[in-house]
């Protein structure tokens, strides 16, 4: 019976992670920040997760795009800047949208790259309300790269993730033929498995066997084995040029990840954490280390 229980309350979890909902509701705080009695509703419930949207748009100019991506119709902004050295192609991170990553956009136009921000299936402006946590949204990231080669021929195309976006990134080179000038990513998590682990850390609970499960179930529901969703493995396979970044507080990805994945990168490669920075944008608290840290990176890459 206590079988049963698990993989009942297992299964409805995995659903409401993988599976944004249509209606404007309030989603639940990041686990760690949780009080008592809030983390048994969730543990109960659930966590609720509307689609990601933002109000906010660029204020540089920029062209609307749609997208035929396999999971749907995707909404990107695409922007030019005169006599550009490449294209930065930038994706966001989980219960997130493309508006999230305006400021860093802004920073890539200043450093004279055309952008082109896309949201991810099932979040922002695009189709759908489904999200596997980097493993399909690996397909959209090889769908706005191959716009990219197609409309902008013989230009360099950088690639730029955050999270769930860096490992949909590494996903994509590593098994669906992506082929960048170069990579920067932000906290890619090891695997699935490991970052369900997180997140019972994060809550003070142990994560076996809720960990196992959930994402046992998420890949079921979702039609994929999500155990092979493994950064660490997909590293092994990238001779890309990359800049892996890291918030040295982050509850939600290990140093040990972090390690494992740098270790395994085969291409050229740097690393730059970030004291006392989280789960979130680095340029928030040092700013000056991150903006130099990335002019650093592209300016020394060999983008001809």
Same mark, same amino acid.
């Given at each position: 019976?206590?079988? /049963? ?18 209606? /404007? ?6 686990? +760690? ?41 995707? +909404?990107? &902004? ?16 989980? $219960?997130?949208?493309?508006? =999230?990553?305006?400021? +860093? ?29 980097? #493993?399909?949204?690996?397909? !959209? ?5 191959? &716009? ?11 690639? #730029? ?20 000038? =170069? ?5 890619? #998590? ?16 142990? !994560?076996?066997?809720? =960990? ?17 969703? !493994? ?10 040029? $990359? ?6 507080? !982050?509850?939600? /990805? ?32 040092? +700013? ?9 990176? /592209? ?6």
């Amino acid at each position: 019976m206590a079988t /049963v229980v698990l993989n009942a309350v297992a299964f409805f979890h995995a659903w409401r992670f993988t599976h944004f909902s249509p209606a /404007v509701t309030v989603r639940t705080s990041n686990p +760690e920040g949780l009080a008592g009695w809030r983390k048994l509703g969730v543990l109960l419930t659930g966590v609720s997760n509307p689609k990601p949207h933002s109000p906010n748009r660029p204020n540089f100019t920029y062209q609307r795009l749609l997208l035929s991506s396999p999971n749907g119709r995707l +909404e990107a &902004w695409y922007s030019t800047v005169p006599n550009a050295r490449g294209t930065v192609a930038l994706f966001h991170g989980y $219960t997130s949208n493309k508006a =999230a990553l305006l400021p +860093e956009a802004a920073y890539f136009r200043r450093l004279g790259y055309s952008v082109l921000l896309t949201d991810f299936a099932g979040n922002g402006g695009s189709a759908g309300y489904t999200c596997t946590v980097g #493993y399909r949204e690996a397909e !959209d990231v090889r769908t706005a790269f191959n &716009w990219l080669v197609q409309n902008q021929p013989q230009k360099p195309i950088l690639l #730029y993730g955050v999270s769930m976006g860096a490992e949909a990134i590494l996903r994509a080179e590593s098994e669906l033929g992506v082929l960048p000038k =170069a990579n920067i990513l932000e906290c890619p #998590y090891g695997s699935m498995l490991q970052t369900a682990r997180n997140r019972f850390a994060a809550m003070h609970l142990p !994560d076996f066997p809720m =960990a196992n499960l959930l994402v046992f179930w998420g890949g079921v529901q979702n039609g994929f084995w999500a155990f092979d969703l !493994d950064a660490t493995r997909f590293a092994s396979h990238i001779n890309t040029p $990359t800049l892996l970044m890291w918030g040295e507080a !982050d509850p939600r /990805v290990t140093r040990q990840e972090t390690d494992a994945i740098y270790r395994n990168l085969r291409g050229p490669k740097q690393r730059q954490n970030f004291v006392g920075s989280g789960h979130e944008p680095y340029w928030k608290k040092h +700013e000056q280390l991150w903006r130099s840290k990335i002019a650093g990176f /592209v300016a020394g890459l060999p983008l001809k």
